[in-house]
């Protein structure tokens, strides 16, 4: 369950159709065709990269983090996982992963959880759920708070404890990491690149992250 699994991609930068940078703290929402290929690089190290999948067709139909783990048989992702939606559709695929372990349980922050998990006087603090939202109102359409299922935390460190409870650990990503996803169909993505000061897992110092599309 633990293990590293990392796996090189043979795709070359130059040859992407698109490449852009995300600050931390800022989103990113984009649609992928079908059998296109999205690289998200952690450029520094330690960054989590707060994401979720849409059917872009069906929008109300996205990323299932239970389903995908049922159906893998495993809490973390890595090359070789299948990401599924609600309906059990196929989103896309990891086809590489020089991180080697990915985070489908500790969610994204908010408000209410940085009290929480921190400080009554976090409250204010710029977090994911709030971009995750941001991103959603640019887009238009239906999309409201209901559209924000558990996410994957790509790079996040996040170990289960004997006990059964989670841990948000140092990371265990470097600079330069990558995963790449291919799209079995047309799928909308949404990242918060993390902006929270609090956790160990980007070592309290939120970093840029790079997106990279091929279209095969």
């Not at 400080?119 to 971009?131: F, I, Q, V, Y």
């Not at 993505?189 to 992250?209: F, G, W």
Request: with cysteine; glycine share 8%.
């Amino acid at each position: 369950m633990g293990a590293y699994h990392r796996v090189e991609s043979t795709r070359k930068p130059e040859q992407a159709v698109y490449d852009d940078i995300i600050l931390a703290g800022d989103g990113w929402m984009r649609d992928l065709e079908s059998g296109q290929v999205l690289r998200i690089v952690d450029l520094e190290g330690n960054q989590a990269a707060d994401t979720l999948f849409y059917d872009a067709d069906r929008p109300e139909d996205h990323y299932a983090a239970a389903a995908t783990i049922a159906r893998q048989g495993n809490i973390y992702l890595t090359t070789g996982s299948v990401l599924v939606a609600e309906s059990g559709k196929e989103l896309l695929t990891i086809v590489a992963d020089t991180c080697g372990r990915h985070d489908t349980l500790g969610g994204s922050c908010s408000a209410q959880s940085n009290t929480v998990r921190y400080a009554h006087e976090k409250e204010h603090m710029h977090n994911c759920r709030d971009t995750f939202m941001l991103q959603l109102a640019k887009r238009g359409g239906d999309y409201g708070k209901r559209d924000l299922a558990p996410n994957i935390n790509f790079f996040m460190n996040v170990p289960v404890t004997s006990q059964g409870g989670l841990k948000f650990d140092d990371g265990v990503s470097s600079p330069g990491a990558y995963v790449e996803l291919q799209s079995h169909g047309r799928t909308t993505v949404l990242i918060s690149n993390c902006p929270q000061l609090n956790n160990p897992c980007n070592a309290y110092n939120p970093t840029p992250i790079r997106i990279l599309i091929w279209n095969e």
